[in-house]
């Protein structure tokens, strides 16, 4: 039986392709098409989901799609109609475009499929799921529990804001919801937008920023804009807002309550003020997310918990809550957002609508194989593609590229590494990542401003051999996702002197924190990522050839992009990347490149080259 899934239409469109229970393919339109959050039709993805399992449009049992327009529609009418006239700017903006093209969704998506060739009706096999049971099944399915909560967070989807299912065997069912505009996606988005950052996409921004502040506005925010009940359920105070009439997401009274106007992205600096603002909605955020956690396995007795929605992206949320031990085991979906809503589209229709058996891996694994669920190139393919693009390359045998490779790394060089499957979410995981050596007190600056051209302040993941993560972390057990925040291990951290303990904002960027500082955040912490030999064996190979030469198992990690850019999907993207940016080593396959080496004519400007994300 074979199973497609789609989001579409708002952002971060997908397609998911689910066949006899296993994910076959998941990837981004962005990637593809070259445009950050692509919301369009997702016909490069589909295409790509079509080819990997070698079947046509016809061959499909069922397309689900991740949420139900009309239910969509209906909140967006309903809310005008109770805040008019106020909030009328906004209606006319949106609605007309509701009427033309959402309203008639169902009719959209055959008209789009068509296009695809088949001759099959689509009268009986396109089918909709809600959108916070297409994040729920994309967290319990693939999930290695048999049985388990699912919390689900984001922005909005249909009506929910935050659902509680419960998952047994093939079987999910919503028990709880929170409706809008009571959201803890939509507060912290509101924090991203009046610290200056983009909706959508900088609420990340956001949480690395806080460490640098101090949470000094807790309390204004609990006892002016949220109400947090004990159980974790929680009521916004909707005059501070502006996102349920208006074109901004906070309004006067939300700058008069903190005494500033919001910040003009990229136009103003960012001041101890936006780092404090910053500290104090990540604080807001982890205690509703712990307390929600506590009810939940209070009032279901569930021993294991799965995470999906945007806010199931916060990884410094996510590690507090496993710390704290409320439950035995935690898994969090890696395509949390809404380009995971396509993968969880599918997963519904395999089980819930059409009732099949489940079985969780045998292994004790979750069945995600790695989030390595994009497209990959052989290699005759990637020297024809490199060629083509004249590039320079030296052709290596595995060995030769493994060391060649770690000694650039040891060397201090930036490598852009391009390895098997993309990567299917938001985390580069060691397919289409940009590498470096942790140890570097230089690295994080080099990379953040020289190679990714982005704020300064933006701390970097470390990729560590998985058997390894207990010694230079305070985490026991796997992160193959990079979506857990842990400590530094106490041993490798380094004391602060009387003055730079002196240091404010962004002064203590340059405070070297342990002996791997490329990965320390300033209050100790770092995003860990747990390399696994039977998922990526290639990565952790180079890994630990990097650990034979430096003694450090650890290595830099980021995604293979510039800022405002789609990580990169082919070989030719990671050549104009490598060419457009300050990277100084590119490994393809096994071709191996030099900057130095490169026709100086094809050097690039990237610094530039994209809206800013």
């Known amino acids: 039986m074979k199973?497609?899934?789609?989001?579409?239409?708002?952002?971060?469109?997908?397609?998911?392709?689910?066949?006899?229970?296993?994910?076959?393919?998941?990837?981004?339109?962005?990637r593809f098409t070259r445009k950050k959050h692509d919301a369009a039709f997702p016909e490069n993805a589909i295409a790509y989901c079509l080819s990997q399992a070698k079947c046509s449009i016809d061959d499909l049992d069922l397309v689900v799609f991740y949420d139900k327009p009309f239910l969509k529609f209906e909140?967006?009418?309903?809310?005008?109609?109770?805040?008019?006239?106020?909030?009328?700017?906004?209606?006319?903006?949106?609605?007309?475009?509701?009427?033309?093209?959402?309203?008639?969704?169902?009719?959209?998506?055959?008209?789009?499929?068509?296009?695809?060739?088949?001759?099959?009706s689509w009268r009986e096999r396109l089918l909709f799921a809600e959108h916070h049971l297409s994040h729920a099944a994309s967290a319990f399915f693939p999930s290695p529990f048999q049985d388990a909560a699912v919390l689900t967070m984001d922005g909005v989807g249909e009506w929910t804001t935050t659902s509680l299912a419960m998952g047994s065997g093939n079987k999910l069912e919503i028990h709880k919801e929170l409706h809008f505009p009571h959201s803890l996606g939509l507060l912290y988005s509101a924090f991203t937008y009046y610290t200056g950052f983009k909706v959508n996409s900088g609420e990340y921004k956001v949480m690395g920023l806080a460490p640098y502040g101090e949470?000094?506005?807790?309390?204004?925010?609990?006892?002016?804009?949220?109400?947090?009940?004990?159980?974790?359920?929680?009521?916004?105070?909707?005059?501070?807002?502006?996102?349920?009439?208006?074109?901004?997401?906070?309004?006067?009274?939300?700058?008069?309550?903190?005494?500033?106007?919001?910040?003009?992205?990229?136009?103003?600096?960012?001041?101890?003020?936006?780092?404090?603002?910053?500290?104090?909605?990540?604080?807001?955020?982890?205690q509703v997310v712990l307390k929600l956690a506590r009810s939940v396995r209070e009032e279901t007795g569930a021993r294991t918990l799965c995470l999906a929605g945007g806010v199931a992206l916060n990884c410094v949320?996510?590690?507090?809550?496993?710390?704290?031990?409320i439950f035995d085991d935690i898994w969090i979906q890696p395509a949390a957002g809404d380009a995971g809503g396509a993968l969880g589209a599918a997963l519904a229709g395999y089980y819930l609508f059409s009732g099949q058996d489940r079985s969780a891996p045998a292994n004790g694994r979750d069945s995600m194989a790695g989030s390595y669920l994009g497209p990959d190139w052989a290699q005759d393919d990637i020297e024809k593609r490199l060629t083509a693009a004249g590039a320079t390359f030296t052709v290596l045998g595995d060995e030769d590229l493994i060391d060649a490779t770690a000694a650039s790394l040891a060397g201090e060089k930036a490598v852009g590494w391009m390895q098997g499957r993309m990567e299917f979410g938001p985390r580069a995981l060691g397919g289409r990542s940009i590498l470096g050596d942790p140890r570097?007190?230089?690295?994080?600056?080099?990379?953040?401003?020289?190679?990714?051209?982005?704020?300064s302040f933006r701390p970097f993941a470390p990729s560590v051999l998985r058997e390894?993560?207990?010694?230079?972390?305070?985490?026991?057990?796997?992160?193959?996702?990079?979506?857990?925040?842990?400590?530094?291990?106490?041993?490798?951290?380094?004391?602060?002197?009387?003055?730079?303990?002196?240091?404010?904002?962004?002064?203590?960027?340059?405070?070297p924190r342990s002996s791997i500082p490329a990965v320390t955040h300033v209050d100790y912490s770092a995003r860990v990522q747990t390399v696994h030999a039977e998922t990526n064996p290639r990565y952790h190979a180079l890994i630990s050839r990097f650990k034979a030469l430096t003694g450090c198992p650890v290595v830099v990690n980021t995604s293979f992009n510039v800022r405002g850019e789609p990580i990169v999907?082919?070989?030719?993207?990671?050549?104009?990347?490598?060419?457009?940016?300050?990277?100084?080593?590119?490994?393809?396959?096994?071709?191996?490149?030099?900057?130095?080496?490169q026709d100086p004519t094809l050097k690039l400007d990237y610094k530039d080259a994209f809206e800013l994300d």
């Not at 296993?22 to 962005?30: D, L, N, S």
């Not at 804009?225 to 005059?239: R, Y």
């Not at 570097?440 to 704020?455: D, G, T």
């Not at 972390?473 to 002197?497: I, K, Q």
């Open 3 to 30: 199973i497609l899934g789609l989001s579409a239409f708002y952002h971060d469109s997908a397609a998911a392709l689910v066949e006899d229970s296993v994910i076959t393919a998941a990837a981004q339109e962005e």
């Open 75 to 120: 909140r967006l009418l309903e809310t005008y109609m109770a805040l008019a006239p106020r909030g009328f700017a906004s209606f006319r903006k949106s609605i007309p475009v509701w009427v033309r093209e959402k309203l008639f969704q169902k009719d959209l998506l055959k008209t789009s499929l068509s296009t695809l060739g088949g001759t099959r």
């Open 215 to 286: 949470p000094k506005y807790v309390n204004i925010i609990l006892e002016n804009i949220i109400d947090v009940k004990k159980d974790g359920t929680f009521w916004l105070d909707q005059s501070y807002f502006d996102y349920c009439a208006g074109l901004h997401m906070t309004n006067e009274k939300f700058a008069d309550l903190f005494g500033q106007k919001a910040r003009v992205a990229e136009n103003e600096p960012l001041t101890q003020f936006h780092m404090d603002i910053a500290a104090s909605v990540q604080a807001v955020t982890e």
């Open 317 to 325: 949320a996510n590690g507090k809550l496993l710390k704290e031990g």
């Open 440 to 455: 570097s007190p230089s690295m994080q600056k080099v990379l953040n401003l020289k190679v990714k051209y982005r704020e």
């Open 468 to 511: 390894d993560v207990g010694e230079w972390f305070e985490l026991d057990g796997d992160s193959p996702y990079m979506l857990l925040v842990a400590p530094v291990h106490e041993r490798l951290r380094r004391a602060m002197t009387t003055e730079e303990q002196q240091l404010f904002g962004i002064d203590k960027l340059n405070v």
């Open 569 to 597: 999907c082919t070989p030719e993207d990671a050549f104009r990347c490598f060419m457009g940016s300050e990277i100084d080593v590119l490994v393809v396959g096994n071709c191996f490149l030099k900057k130095e080496d």
